[in-house]
């Protein structure tokens, strides 16, 4: 394993057949020769991965599932592995990290180039682990990026595909995960959204719906093999006003605007946006562009 001196986190290099190598790599379809790492290289030792791959594009609700799944495998100990992409990737990521969990991000550039470039990156490259098979200085191209789901699978016990199009780098992921045996998970959408046809395909194909990160774990390692209960140190729940429990009801798996939620609980907009405000600080709900609203991971 050598490290090469960059501005901000080493990079380190690791070749196929050294201490530390994932097996997982050998059985895939043209296995690398090396790797580069930045941030928590401790995690290319990750004994449970579960990847979560998705859409660019996400509905609301996939990208809230997306976080919400992130948040609480990696709470449960599970290494989150994702591509680091828009949307369903980095809702992931940042969910993983917000449970200050693992969580590994597949580059199709090089480490000290990540793409999208952004806070969250920076955050990946210290808290995470930047992962690629493509040298240091390598910029991001487009052939580039199927490539590395392949790499995705190979790091990773299952995957879990939260919203695809029919069309899409998700399913290719998903196909060379299952050609490797292992099992495919999605999270069921509307079957009248594109976003749903991808997912839609996979179940059909033998993948398996699931509705919680708990169940899940359950069918991926067995009933109460994980301890994802909250620890007795973890804070209290936070006492809710009857209107916030009432808000938080009327998103049960839904999206909707101040206007439709007020009408939901039976009272004026004003008082709704009031009850929504306290909500989107606690992180109980969140707030998309078009002023719609959803249910956070932190939601009860």
């Excluded at 050998?26 to 990750?46: F, H, K, Q, S």
């Excluded at 828009?86 to 993983?96: E, L, P």
């Excluded at 930047?130 to 790091?155: D, V, Y």
């Excluded at 033998?206 to 067995?222: H, N």
């Amino acid at each position: 394993m050598q490290e090469e001196q960059r501005e901000g986190p080493e990079i380190v290099e690791l070749c196929r057949g050294e201490p530390g190598w994932p097996g997982g790599l050998e059985t895939i379809e043209v296995e690398p020769a090396r790797l580069w790492m930045r941030g928590r290289t401790d995690l290319i030792d990750a004994s449970h991965c579960i990847a979560i791959v998705g859409s660019r594009a996400p509905t609301p609700y996939g990208a809230a599932q997306a976080e919400r799944f992130g948040h609480e495998l990696a709470a449960a100990g599970a290494c989150v592995v994702s591509g680091l992409a828009r949307g369903v990737d980095a809702a992931a990521h940042s969910g993983a990290l917000g449970a200050k969990g693992a969580t590994i991000g597949v580059l199709g550039c090089g480490v000290d180039r990540p793409w999208p470039a952004g806070k969250l990156a920076d955050r990946m490259g210290t808290d995470g682990l930047l992962l690629s098979e493509f040298a240091p200085g390598t910029s991001p191209r487009r052939h580039h990026f199927p490539l590395r789901n392949r790499i995705i699978a190979g790091l990773s016990d299952a995957v879990l595909v939260v919203e695809a199009a029919e069309a899409s780098g998700s399913l290719i992921t998903a196909r060379w995960a299952a050609d490797q045996g292992q099992q495919v998970f999605v999270i069921p959408g509307r079957i009248d959204h594109p976003m749903a046809r991808g997912t839609l395909a996979l179940i059909r194909e033998g993948a398996t719906p699931v509705g919680s990160p708990r169940m899940l774990l359950d069918d991926l390692y067995g009933e109460d093999a994980w301890d994802t209960e909250p620890s007795a140190s973890a804070p209290p729940a936070p006492t809710r006003s009857p209107l916030e429990v009432a808000v938080l009801e009327a998103l049960t798996g839904e999206t909707k605007t101040a206007a439709e939620i007020a009408v939901n609980v039976g009272r004026d907009v004003r008082e709704t946006l009031g009850a929504l405000t306290t909500l989107e600080l606690s992180g109980a709900v969140r707030r998309a562009p078009g002023g719609l609203y959803h249910r956070g991971h932190k939601a009860p």
